[in-house]
């Protein structure tokens, strides 16, 4: 959907929310094609849980009290959603224990990125039919501002260049720029560069690399 007919709240948190699914598909899928590198596994591990955590954290923290504040029936509904993000942090637990070395378990890694999957599928579900109504009606362009720019503050930096690449993914050029818009100016600089380093490191994770740049890729 244009951004035009559409708040900036919602059109981040549709684009956040589909590289969630992609990411999360991705990693399954990339746990069970044996030609990837556990070096990029372990990357794009690193990189979801870090910013899955992030992501309902901030929700919890910030998010839900903002709309709270002037629509307190409305936030009420979100504990369910918060039990979710409690539920998927004792996944991601797994996912981060499990040894992805040579000597590692790869079926368990597996399974914990299923399992991953599933619930932040289920989750976000759940979320958007509750969320995007009350981003729409409930919370102020300023007050999104000033949360989305608290947000990225506060975001991880473990590979981070890996969201430019999802958001290349998941939405149009003009969604993607008005993520991107967030960030502060020293950091836009090095999007471009950051779009190169992250379609190279998900062309390895896709299995679409050539076996040359896939080297390259995983051991840089």
């Not at 590692?104 to 289920?122: I, M, N, S, Y």
């Not at 989750?123 to 007050?143: G, K, M, W």
């Amino acid at each position: 959907m244009s951004t035009n007919t559409e708040a900036a709240a919602v059109v981040e948190t549709r684009l956040i929310h589909a590289f969630h699914r992609r990411a999360t598909t991705l990693l399954c899928e990339a746990a069970a094609r044996r030609s990837v590198p556990l070096a990029a596994l372990a990357e794009l591990r690193e990189f979801l849980v870090k910013s899955l955590r992030h992501h309902h954290e901030t929700e919890d923290r910030l998010l839900w009290p903002m709309i709270a504040a002037v629509a307190p029936e409305v936030a009420a509904r979100f504990g369910v959603l918060s039990e979710e993000h409690d539920a998927l942090d004792v996944a991601l637990d797994a996912l981060a224990d499990v040894p992805i070395g040579e000597d590692g378990d790869r079926p368990g890694f597996q399974r914990a990125a299923e399992a991953v999957r599933f619930l932040v599928h289920r989750h976000l579900d759940h979320e958007e039919p509750l969320l995007l109504p009350a981003l729409r009606t409930h919370v102020s362009p300023e007050a999104w501002t000033a949360f989305s720019r608290e947000v990225v503050a506060t975001s991880p930096t473990e590979a981070a260049h890996l969201i430019v690449g999802f958001l290349d993914q998941v939405g149009t050029q003009e969604e993607v720029a008005l993520v991107l818009a967030g960030l502060p100016e020293p950091a836009r600089q090095f999007v471009p560069v950051k779009r190169e380093q992250a379609h190279a490191a998900l062309a390895v994770l896709e299995g679409t690399a050539n076996t040359a740049g896939a080297a390259n890729t995983a051991e840089g």
